[in-house]
């Protein structure tokens, strides 16, 4: 039987207040006076007891410390934010992150030849390959916003993407021809994906996935669920710009973030809107980052999977606020593709979903498109 130390010391505690010496003193004299019974005794005790814990354990929240881990993934960096009191192993916290994220990695990385992704990608059609439980869940996921969005994100853009010139080979530096492109739509398509039970194949051999669109939110999931795990209730975690609040960074204030301004012309990044998060995930996609010049005109990242060509809709900026980042870093992607009017409509039949669309006019000012439900900011 092992005995909780903390409550010894407080039985301790208790039994040489006053209150137990008055009661000793009464039994222990014979005056006859009127004494509290034992059990009323032990009432008072317990409840004595039981309020100075509690005032413990107030002041333990109040004297939250901030407690931060950061390091590199997915060609990018990771942050994390731990509001907890006293301290914590912050060297056996992130080994145990970095192992989660390599795990990450080791399904859906198409830099590592060995990931399960690469390995699928070079297979030949209607081969059945055995996957992982967290590879296959993720698939799902991507499978449901591939029917959900209309297509609008799909996870086998990958010919496209590699000859605008943002994937992983050299290709890119011109602009592709429209045969070019006609022959790399013929090679995508999220229908033609073969997912059975954690068995992965493909109905066509140049099908191959790009999962970039939704590794990183996937990632920041994995790592809030690994806090759980070790009893953290109170986490900030970002990677690449997406991110998960749980909790609270103190009681009754929430963990802000910013969205950032979409202006390729600012050499520094700039907040645009703050947004609280508690126990929610926000991503956000835009074209201001990552994009090429050709001919002198600005081209996204972003691949529109029904045309070929980059997205040219208005739309520079998409976040979403949502359950989890998976779903939040996925559909940030469609609603790009998708166009301000699509977007909204998409999203205000979703529940617990809220999105901004920002769109820069002719003039080269911003507007702004909300959901129902988001948190709109005065300005």
């Given at each position: 039987m092992f005995l909780n130390l903390h409550f010894l010391h407080r039985f301790i505690s208790a039994v040489t207040s006053p209150t137990f010496n008055i009661f000793y003193r009464c039994r222990s004299s014979n005056s006859g006076g009127q004494c509290p019974d034992a059990a009323h005794f032990f009432m008072i005790v317990t409840a004595w007891i039981f309020l100075a814990t509690a005032v413990d354990a107030a002041a333990g929240i109040h004297d939250m410390q901030i407690h931060e881990i950061s390091g590199k993934t997915m060609g990018t960096f990771y942050h994390v934010k731990i509001?907890?009191?006293?301290?914590?192993?912050?060297?056996?916290?992130?080994?145990?992150?970095?192992?989660?994220?390599?795990?990450?990695?080791n399904s859906m990385s198409m830099y590592q030849k060995t990931s399960?992704?690469?390995?699928?990608?070079?297979?030949?059609?209607?081969?059945?390959?055995?996957?992982?439980?967290?590879?296959?869940?993720?698939?799902?996921?991507?499978?449901?916003?591939?029917?959900?969005?209309?297509?609008?994100?799909?996870?086998?853009?990958?010919?496209l993407v590699d000859i605008w010139g943002f994937g992983?080979?050299?290709?890119?530096?011109?602009?592709?021809?429209?045969?070019?492109i006609e022959n790399a739509l013929a090679n995508t398509g999220f229908d033609k994906i073969i997912l059975v039970e954690k068995t992965l194949a493909k109905k066509k051999s140049g099908i191959t996935l790009d999962m970039g669109s939704i590794a990183k939110g996937y990632g920041v999931d994995q790592i809030s669920e690994l806090l759980r795990e070790n009893h953290f209730k109170n986490t900030l975690v970002e990677i690449g710009g997406e991110v998960v609040g749980s909790g609270e960074?103190?009681?009754?204030?929430?963990?802000n973030v910013g969205i950032?301004?979409?202006?390729?012309?600012?050499?520094?990044?700039?907040?645009?809107?703050?947004?609280?998060?508690?126990?929610?995930?926000?991503?956000?996609?835009?074209?201001?980052?990552?994009?090429?010049?050709?001919?002198?005109?600005?081209?996204?990242?972003?691949?529109?999977?029904?045309?070929?060509?980059?997205?040219?809709?208005?739309?520079?900026?998409?976040?979403?606020?949502?359950?989890?980042?998976?779903?939040?870093?996925?559909?940030?992607?469609?609603?790009?593709?998708?166009?301000?009017?699509?977007?909204i409509a998409l999203v205000n039949r979703m529940a617990n979903t809220e999105c901004l669309i920002i769109v820069q006019e002719n003039d080269g000012t911003f507007s702004d498109r909300y959901s129902t439900g988001f948190p709109v900011q005065k300005k």
């Open positions: 509001a907890h009191p006293g301290k914590i192993d912050r060297v056996l916290l992130k080994n145990k992150i970095d192992a989660r994220l390599q795990a990450v990695n399960e992704i690469s390995r699928f990608n070079r297979s030949p059609e209607n081969t059945p390959m055995e996957i992982s439980d967290g590879f296959f869940l993720v698939l799902k996921e991507a499978r449901a916003l591939y029917d959900l969005t209309g297509g609008a994100w799909d996870g086998t853009i990958k010919p992983t080979t050299q290709a890119g530096g011109k602009m592709p021809t429209k045969s070019t960074k103190k009681p009754g204030k929430p963990w950032t301004t979409p202006d390729k012309r600012l050499d520094k990044q700039t907040v645009y809107q703050a947004i609280a998060l508690k126990n929610r995930a926000l991503a956000t996609s835009g074209d201001y980052r990552n994009f090429i010049m050709l001919d002198k005109q600005a081209y996204s990242h972003i691949i529109d999977p029904s045309t070929g060509y980059p997205v040219k809709n208005g739309v520079v900026s998409a976040s979403v606020l949502a359950a989890t980042c998976t779903l939040a870093d996925g559909l940030a992607t469609a609603l790009m593709v998708m166009g301000p009017k699509k977007a």
